[in-house]
C-alpha cells in the first residue's frame, strides 16, 4: 500500500529537485496538447527577429518540469493551493533546466507547506522564481 505523506513527514530545509534537457519536441508537444501556438515558440523566422533571436520554451512548460520536483517532495498527499512565479530569463531549446523545490515554512494549523521553487538552466542562469503553497489531509 502506498504511504500518504502527511504534514509531520516535513521539516524546514526539505528538499527536492529534478532536470530535464528541453527539447524541440517538448515545446511542440506542449504547443499541440495546449493550444499555445505563440510565434516566438513555434515560428524561427519569427524568433529571429525577437530579443530571443531563436525560438524559446514555454515558461508554463518550465513551470511544469518545477511541477516534477514538487511532486517528488510532497506526493502522494499534498494538493497545491497556489502558485507565485516570476520568469527571469528564457529556456532556449536544448537547454537543461535543475529545478530545485525547498520547504520554507510549516504551518501545522492549517496542514500547508509554502516552499521555494527556483529553475536554473546550465549555466546557473535563475529562469523562474517562484513558491508554492501546499496542503495536507487530516491524520487518518
Not at 502522494?76 to 535543475?98: I, K, N, Q
Not at 520554507?104 to 503553497?133: F, H, P, W
Request: aromatic share 8%; hydrophobic share 45%; charged share 25%.
Amino acid at each position: 500500500m502506498m504511504k500518504i505523506k502527511q504534514i509531520t513527514d516535513f521539516k524546514i530545509g526539505d528538499k527536492e529537485f529534478f532536470s530535464k534537457t528541453v527539447s524541440e519536441s517538448d515545446v511542440y508537444l506542449y504547443a499541440g496538447i495546449t493550444g499555445d501556438l505563440a510565434p516566438h515558440h513555434v515560428n524561427a523566422d519569427y524568433a529571429k527577429g525577437t530579443r530571443f533571436k531563436e525560438r524559446i520554451a514555454h515558461g508554463l512548460l518550465i513551470a511544469g518540469i518545477m511541477s516534477s520536483a514538487l511532486t517528488k517532495l510532497v506526493a502522494p498527499g499534498a494538493v497545491t493551493l497556489a502558485h507565485e512565479m516570476h520568469f527571469l530569463a528564457p529556456v532556449y531549446f536544448g537547454d537543461t533546466v535543475y529545478a530545485e523545490v525547498e520547504v520554507k515554512e510549516i504551518d501545522m494549523e492549517k496542514r500547508t507547506l509554502l516552499l521555494r521553487t527556483i529553475v536554473r538552466n546550465q549555466r546557473g542562469v535563475v529562469v523562474l522564481d517562484g513558491t508554492a503553497l501546499e496542503k495536507f489531509p487530516k491524520a487518518a
